[in-house]
């Protein structure tokens, strides 16, 4: 009997790791199994009516994830009022269960990841919640539930600070189990209504980026690269200017310094001659034949 419930702890921890790996590529089906897999482990020695905590691995830090048992008869005589989904009271479950398990879900920053909108940008976390049968927590998770709201439908309660109070088109929008998506205006600020199970958000029609922004931006480059040019070779041609300045100047006064040669007139240029010779010359052999 120990042998066998050591080895179903290990295919439990072996298929919690394939499946957090598969996580990796986003696939909110396969997310929805692996908070499954770790409620039941926080519903090991639950107590009806009490909400508890689950604790996710370290790279899901960003979900909040809790899990309640509950009685049907309760669920229809007076609710459910967790986290921030509200199931009023006369509900029904389909099928009828004895007992459900209600599982929440908060995706947080992941949100995104996992839920893509084409055309909308969610200005909420996604939040969700799953029913099963939780009348024997050993096959939990084999048959998913419904519910079936005789007076008011069930709502969805999201954060103030995610939906904007001043915008015309914020949607209520439901992710369906099957990849469905349906949108409905917001007859109430920050809540959505549901008939069911499911996960749900908030979106708003994204922003189409303006194509002429980019020549905007290119023609404020283009000007300035060329105001760039012409100070660099106005600042050049300064510098040449200041240098030829200078050595002309040099050599003025380097002229002013030295002795002054008279010039005669060889056809029709002038050119410069002495009227002696400063060193007398001297031969090296006196001899003269």
Request: charged share 15%; with cysteine; proline share 6%.
């Given at each position: 009997?120990?042998?066998?419930?050591?080895?179903?702890?290990?295919?439990?921890?072996l298929?919690?790791?394939?499946?957090?790996?598969?996580?990796n590529?986003?696939?909110?089906?396969?997310?929805?199994?692996?908070?499954?897999?770790?409620?039941?482990?926080?519903?090991?020695?639950?107590?009806?009516?009490?909400?508890?905590?689950?604790?996710?691995?370290?790279?899901?830090?960003?979900?909040?994830?809790?899990?309640?048992?509950?009685?049907?008869?309760?669920?229809?005589?007076?609710?459910?009022?967790?986290?921030?989904?509200?199931?009023?009271?006369?509900?029904?479950?389909?099928?009828?269960?004895?007992?459900?398990?209600?599982?929440?879900?908060?995706?947080?920053?992941?949100?995104?990841?996992?839920?893509?909108?084409?055309?909308?940008?969610?200005?909420?976390?996604?939040?969700?919640?799953?029913a099963?049968?939780?009348?024997?927590?050993?096959?939990?998770?084999?048959?998913?539930?419904?519910?079936?709201?005789?007076?008011?439908?069930?709502?969805?309660?999201?954060?103030?600070?995610?939906?904007?109070?001043?915008?015309?088109?914020?949607?209520?929008?439901?992710?369906?189990?099957?990849?469905?998506?349906?949108?409905?205006?917001?007859?109430?600020?920050?809540?959505?209504?549901?008939?069911?199970?499911?996960?749900?958000?908030?979106?708003?029609?994204?922003?189409?980026?303006?194509?002429?922004?980019?020549?905007?931006?290119?023609?404020?480059?283009?000007?300035?690269?060329?105001?760039?040019?012409?100070?660099?070779?106005?600042?050049?041609?300064?510098?040449?200017?200041?240098?030829?300045?200078?050595?002309?100047?040099?050599?003025?006064?380097?002229?002013?310094?030295?002795?002054?040669?008279?010039?005669?007139?060889?056809?029709?240029?002038?050119?410069?001659?002495?009227?002696?010779?400063?060193?007398?010359?001297?031969?090296?052999?006196?001899?003269?034949?």
């Amino acid at each position: 009997m120990v042998m066998g419930s050591r080895i179903f702890w290990v295919m439990f921890c072996l298929s919690a790791l394939v499946f957090v790996e598969g996580l990796n590529e986003y696939d909110s089906e396969s997310l929805d199994v692996f908070v499954l897999q770790q409620a039941w482990k926080a519903l090991a020695r639950p107590y009806t009516g009490r909400l508890y905590r689950v604790h996710l691995p370290a790279n899901f830090s960003a979900m909040e994830v809790s899990v309640i048992r509950l009685r049907s008869r309760s669920l229809w005589a007076k609710g459910v009022n967790f986290s921030y989904i509200y199931i009023p009271p006369g509900t029904l479950t389909v099928p009828h269960v004895k007992r459900l398990a209600i599982v929440y879900e908060n995706l947080g920053n992941l949100s995104s990841d996992y839920y893509k909108l084409p055309g909308f940008s969610l200005v909420s976390p996604v939040l969700g919640f799953m029913a099963y049968d939780g009348t024997n927590l050993s096959f939990l998770g084999n048959l998913k539930i419904n519910f079936s709201t005789l007076n008011e439908p069930i709502s969805v309660h999201f954060p103030g600070n995610f939906v904007p109070k001043q915008e015309n088109d914020i949607k209520c929008v439901t992710f369906g189990d099957d990849g469905s998506v349906q949108f409905s205006n917001m007859t109430t600020p920050n809540v959505c209504f549901a008939k069911g199970q499911g996960h749900f958000a908030v979106a708003v029609p994204a922003q189409p980026m303006r194509k002429h922004r980019w020549w905007k931006w290119w023609a404020v480059g283009f000007g300035s690269g060329f105001a760039g040019l012409v100070m660099v070779a106005v600042a050049v041609l300064a510098i040449v200017k200041v240098v030829k300045t200078k050595k002309l100047e040099e050599m003025e006064r380097k002229s002013e310094n030295s002795e002054a040669l008279n010039s005669i007139l060889i056809g029709r240029s002038k050119v410069p001659t002495a009227t002696m010779i400063r060193t007398q010359p001297v031969l090296e052999n006196a001899y003269v034949p």
